[in-house]
C-alpha cells in the first residue's frame, strides 16, 4: 500500500453568536488502494506549511508498512529538525489509522494493546449533560461548585494566577481546597517546576500541568521533580504516540496520573483515547472533551455513558470522517476563541 498524497486542511468553526471562532486541522493521508487515514493537527499556518513543503514530499511514493519505521526515517533525514519531527508526530496518527484499516483491527492495538475499553471523560466549558466530570476558571469555581453539587469531580483551571506570588497562589489554593477539586491546573508559568514542586508539597490541593511544555524532556523533568500529580499533554501538538509511550512508564513508576488535553474536534478526542485505554486508569486517568462545536467532523458521534467514551473497536481509530467539514467551514482570517 503506497501512500499517493499527504493534505492539511485548516477548518474555522464559528462560535454561535460571539463573533469569534474555533481552528481545527484535518489532516487526510490517501493511498494507492483507495483508502485514506485521518488525523487532527494542530490548527496553525506553520504547521500546514511544514506538512506540505516537508513531510507530505517525504512520504508521498513510500509503502505503508510500519509507522514507527517511517518515522525514525524521518527522524533521520528531513525530520532532524524538532519541530517537523513534533509536526510529523500528528501525521503519524493518520498512518496509525491506515494501518489500523489495512490490518482490520483498532489503533489501540498497534500501539500497545488495550487493557479497557472505556476512559472518563471531563468537559470543559459549559457542563455536559451525563457527564461527572467538568472544568472551570478559578474565578468561577465558588459558583460552579454551588450549581453542580458536590457528585461531580471538578477541575480548575488556574492559569490565571500566574502573574501572582507564591504566597498569592498559596493562599487562593487553601481557599478552593474546600470544595474538593480534582486538581487545579497550571498555576505556575510552565517554566517554574520549582513553585510547583514547592506547593505540592503544602499538600493542600492536587496539582496537574504539562500541557504547555515546550518540548518531552520538560515534561520528563515534571515527572521526576515531582512537580505535580496529574501530568497534561495533548498528543497532537506535543510529539503524539511515540512521545507518550515513552513518558507513561514514567509517570506510572512515580506514581503519578496522566491526563489527556484535546484540540476542538472529537478526532482530537478519539485518537488519544486509544493510547489512553492501552494503560489501566491507575495510570492514564482522565480525557477532556472540549466543546461540542467541531462535531460534524464525524459522521456519527462517539458513544458516551456515564460520562465515559466507549472508544470505537472498528478498524483504524474506528470513526467516519465526513469530509465536506473541508468546504463547509473553510479557514477564516478571524479572532480565535480561547
Known amino acids: 500500500m503506497k501512500i499517493t498524497a499527504v493534505e492539511a486542511y485548516l477548518l474555522s468553526f464559528p462560535l454561535p453568536g460571539s463573533g469569534m471562532k474555533r481552528d481545527a486541522m484535518l489532516i487526510r493521508v490517501s493511498t494507492s488502494e483507495g483508502i485514506f487515514g485521518y488525523a487532527p493537527g494542530e490548527p496553525t499556518a506553520s504547521s500546514k506549511r511544514l506538512i506540505d513543503r516537508l513531510i507530505a514530499p517525504f512520504l508521498t511514493g513510500r509503502s505503508l508498512t510500519d509507522p514507527d519505521a517511517l518515522r525514525i526515517l524521518f527522524q533521520q533525514g528531513p525530520g532532524a529538525d524538532a519541530e517537523a519531527s513534533r509536526i510529523y508526530g500528528a501525521v503519524e496518527i493518520a498512518l496509525y489509522d491506515l494501518a489500523g484499516k489495512a490490518r482490520n483491527l483498532p489503533v489501540s492495538e498497534l500501539i500497545g494493546g488495550r487493557v479497557r475499553d472505556r476512559i472518563r471523560l471531563y468537559s470543559t466549558g459549559p457542563r455536559e449533560p451525563g457527564f461527572r466530570a467538568f472544568r472551570t476558571t478559578a474565578a468561577d469555581a465558588h459558583a460552579a461548585r454551588e450549581a453542580a453539587g458536590p457528585e461531580l469531580d471538578m477541575m480548575v483551571d488556574a492559569s490565571a494566577w500566574q502573574q501572582k506570588s507564591f504566597e498569592e497562589v498559596e493562599s487562593a489554593a487553601r481557599a478552593l481546597s474546600e470544595l474538593e477539586v480534582r486538581w487545579i491546573e497550571e498555576p505556575f508559568p510552565p ?6 514542586a514547592r506547593l505540592r508539597a503544602l ?5 496537574a500541568a504539562g500541557r504547555n511544555e515546550p518540548n518531552e524532556l520538560r515534561l520528563l523533568d515534571l515527572i521526576e521533580t515531582p512537580a505535580v500529580d496529574y501530568i497534561q499533554m495533548d498528543i497532537v501538538s506535543q510529539g503524539s504516540y511515540a512521545a507518550a509511550r515513552r513518558l507513561f512508564p514514567d509517570i506510572a513508576r512515580a506514581g503519578l496520573r496522566f491526563a489527556f488535553q484535546c484540540g476542538p474536534t472529537p478526532l482530537d478526542v478519539v485518537a488519544a483515547a486509544h493510547l489512553g485505554i492501552c494503560w489501566p486508569e491507575s495510570v492514564v486517568r482522565w ?5 461540542p462545536i467541531a462535531s460534524e467532523i464525524l459522521k456519527a458521534p462517539l458513544q458516551i455513558e456515564r460520562g465515559s467514551l466507549i472508544v470505537p473497536s472498528g478498524p483504524g481509530l474506528g470513526v467516519d470522517v465526513d469530509e465536506s467539514v473541508i468546504w463547509r467551514y473553510p479557514y477564516l482570517e478571524a479572532p480565535v476563541a480561547m
Do not use: G, K, T
Open 191 to 196: 517554566a517554574d517546576h520549582e513553585s510547583y
Open 287 to 291: 480525557l477532556e472533551y472540549p466543546l
Open 203 to 207: 499538600e493542600i490541593v492536587p496539582l
